[in-house]
């Protein structure tokens, strides 16, 4: 959409293998070629207050899933005094067939819409595991290499703890989405270590920081409120990792044709990230037979839920994308049609602390 033909050039490959080859579909596992350089820092130089105290932050801020929290409580997503999901997180709620369908059914609905929620946060997470390792390998600071390797753990537990809560819990496993597919294939595959950071620290982590917080607040299940209380505490440090780090590459200077194609990479980005909320999965499993896809689209897109989740989500991306430099005259426009701009002035990551986050949602 932005009309820039180095993005376009850099998200075809993504694209064809995830909208047209569809590799994250009826398989076990994907091969993603990637491309970068891995770079040592033989001086060793400690020169970065900031990311040395995130680091510090970070060693002290650890926890276990195994351990940390209570997995002897069962979920009875059934049980209509604890739902998981009220019935206005529901896209179909307001059409008749919802009304038609007993309290067991809807309870079996929401099961379902939450499990391919959290089934691609857990596709998510795999992705940020495996571009942390890659950040930490391609950053050039010593400092920033430290705190990349607590990324890399903590990605390792968000991995652990969504596919115990999926798998031993909830029994349920949706196939990653297309377009998550796509943003992840684009992150993994491009040779620019600023390029990981713009598309997982600030894109898809910021979006889910915002999603989390959502979750927590409207759910009746004490373990998924301790298992996401646990994850925001770690994804807050995620996204003032990129913050630092590309404020200060920025700062630096960055050419004008090199920052136009961030600006507009991180737009697609959006764009991406707000359609794979169209929850296609969940759509063929329950409402295929009641509708087309062409219908469904244009229910999400217009429900109360896509509205709640634009607005959280990207109050956590925005004033992060003003604080990097890529919230510039040019692009503003877009995020104005979106209705995105109303978040601007918000607090970036590094003036957000583990709490405001989970008080604000």
Known sequence: ???????????????????????????????ISVGYEASFNWSYGR??????????????????????????????????????????????????LWGRLSERE???????????MLSQFLHGEQGALF?????????????????????????????????AYLTQKMEKLYEVNDNLYVV????MSDGRWDMKFLGMQIMIEGLALGAFGSIRQVTSEPL??????????????????????????????????????????????SLLLRNRFLAHEFYDEFYAHHMTRREWDKLILASDLMGFFRRTM????????????????????RYAALGLLEYEHGRSAGELSPSDLLDDA
């Open 131 to 163: 571009a942390a390792s890659q950040i930490t390998e391609a950053v050039p600071w010593l400092d920033a290499k430290l705190y990349g390797s607590t990324q890399v753990a903590d990605e390792g537990r968000h991995v652990e703890v969504f596919h």
């Open 224 to 269: 998924l409120k301790d298992v996401l209380r646990s994850v925001i505490t770690d994804e807050a440090r995620h996204v003032h990792y990129g913050v630092l780090a590309l404020s200060k590459l920025y700062r630096e200077g960055v050419e004008e044709r090199a920052r136009h194609e961030r600006e507009d990479w991180a737009f697609e980005l």
């Open 106 to 116: 809807r309870a079996t609905h929401r099961h379902g819409f939450l499990c391919w």
């Open 1 to 31: 959409m932005s009309g820039n033909v180095r993005v376009l050039a850099s998200l075809l490959g993504p694209a064809f293998r995830g909208f047209v080859q569809r590799r994250g579909k009826g398989v076990s596992s994907t091969d």
């Open 184 to 187: 992840i294939d684009a992150i």
């Open 47 to 96: 020169d970065d207050p900031d990311m040395a105290r995130l680091y510090q932050l970070a060693k002290t801020s650890q926890w276990n899933a195994t351990t940390d929290l209570d997995w002897s409580r069962g979920v009875d997503w059934h049980d209509p005094t604890m739902p998981l999901l009220p019935d206005s997180w529901m896209p179909t709620s307001k059409l008749p």
């Open 314 to 333: 990207f109050k956590r991306v925005v004033p992060n994308l003003k604080r990097i430099g890529l919230l510039t005259p040019r692009v503003r426009p």
